[in-house]
């Protein structure tokens, strides 16, 4: 989800899914290969190598909060023991995906299959990408949980850590494994779609990790899962509005679940991040403006499926041109966390953090602007070949 807000910059972007809108390939019929073919190799299927990112992250930078502010998130662990950790749920009081799918041990397993599919039919293959690329973008959890402990001073040091920031990431962690699962499941069973091809994209998206710009920073690493919770929140939330309107309440249901577990982790790491601007407002609105000017980067963002290096920007287009995630989202969220947060009304910043304050408060506007020249320019959408649907054509 990397994102730069200058007009050139935004057309050449490659748009991480649920962060990035993906406005500007979007309707452009030309899809520039080279940029997204990994250095060094032309086709990754015949590396000698057993396994090499599709997509490699050059000048990665690391351990850029300065070593002292580790005590601050020392001294927040009574907060977020009672403020982070009564933001899950107790498992016992969770949903399962079993909840939602036919029962394989009742005698009305086949009939319940076969409805599933009856219903499936009704619903277009543009709707499956985009609910694939939602699941895959799940299906990758190890990385996210790995991303959360790159985290100087929230990381989980053992793998068992009794501190509140490690109880909430596997907690969390555990909680968001639902989701991919009980998709994947759906979408094993719907028969709509080449799960052969969706399990690869899935071992390439995990072997190929992210680039979230968190700089082991946890006031980046915060500011990046509020973000990422509420744009899931937002396009599951859609995907399910969706599957009610093609008549699948059972779909719906699906999604809205896992669109309320997102809501829920929003609303936590958004805590978080206003318990730093309380406590550190001048670190914390630098790293917000930082984030924002290297781009919100997305978890999927290097989806690939053993043929389309340009995957994540295919997936995004479908998403934005159904409604699922569009570059209107990505805005609205922009704005809502800069409101949510009261960036305008931050006082004592230093001359940095008083420009950053600026640069976020100008940013909604800048970026709406942006927005509605790139739909004026939107041209004629190109369809594409999915591998995910049997290589059916889904306009973008
Ligand atoms: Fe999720
Ligand atoms: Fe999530």
């Not at 809108?21 to 080279?34: E, H, I």
């Not at 555990?174 to 994947?184: I, K, S, T, V």
């Not at 990422?228 to 599951?236: D, K, L, N, Y």
Request: aromatic share 10%.
């Amino acid at each position: 989800m990397a994102l730069n807000f200058s007009p050139m910059a935004f057309k050449s972007q490659k748009l991480p899914s649920h962060t990035l809108p993906p406005t500007a390939t979007l309707r452009s019929p030309k899809f520039c290969m080279v940029s997204t073919i990994p250095s060094g190799s032309k086709d990754v299927g015949n590396l000698k190598k057993p396994f090499a990112p599709p997509r490699e992250v050059p000048a990665q930078i690391t351990h850029s909060m300065p070593s002292h502010k580790v005590e601050i998130f020392k001294s927040l662990e009574g907060w977020a023991e009672n403020n982070l950790l009564t933001h899950l749920k107790p498992v016992e009081k969770c949903w399962q995906p079993a909840d939602f799918l036919p029962d394989p041990n009742s005698d009305g397993f086949y009939d319940q299959v076969n409805e599933l599919r009856e219903r499936a039919k009704e619903i277009p293959d543009d709707y499956f990408v985009v609910l694939v690329g939602d699941m895959i973008t799940e299906e990758a959890i190890s990385t996210y949980q790995t991303m959360l402990n790159t985290l100087d001073g929230t990381r989980d040091e053992t793998g068992a850590s009794l501190t509140p920031w490690a109880i909430w990431t596997r907690a969390w962690t555990a909680e968001e494994n639902r989701h991919g699962d009980l998709l994947n499941k759906y979408l094993y069973l719907s028969g709509r779609v080449d799960m052969r091809q969706i399990e690869k994209t899935i071992q390439y998206l995990i072997g190929s990790g992210m680039d979230p710009h968190t700089e082991n920073s946890p006031y980046r690493g915060f500011i990046y899962t509020s973000f990422q919770e509420r744009a899931t929140f937002i396009s599951h939330g859609n995907t399910g509005r969706l599957a009610k309107e093609y008549g699948d309440v059972n779909l719906a249901q699906i999604c809205g679940s896992i669109a309320s577990d997102e809501k829920r982790h929003e609303t936590a790491y958004t805590k978080i991040v206003e318990k730093l601007f309380e406590i550190d407002p001048n670190e914390t609105v630098c790293a917000l403006a930082d984030m924002m000017k290297k781009k919100i980067t997305m978890p999927a963002e290097f989806i690939y499926d053993g043929r389309d290096y340009n995957l994540f920007d295919h997936y995004s287009a479908v998403a934005q041109r159904i409604g699922v995630y569009t570059a209107k989202d990505y805005v609205d969220i922009v704005e809502y966390f800069v409101n949510r947060w009261k960036v305008e009304e931050l006082t004592g910043l230093s001359a940095e953090g008083r420009k950053a304050q600026d640069y976020m408060c100008g940013l909604p506007s800048r970026i709406r602007k942006l927005e509605e020249r790139a739909q004026e320019r939107a041209k004629e959408a190109p369809s594409m070949a999915f591998s995910w649907i049997f290589d059916r054509e889904v306009k973008l």
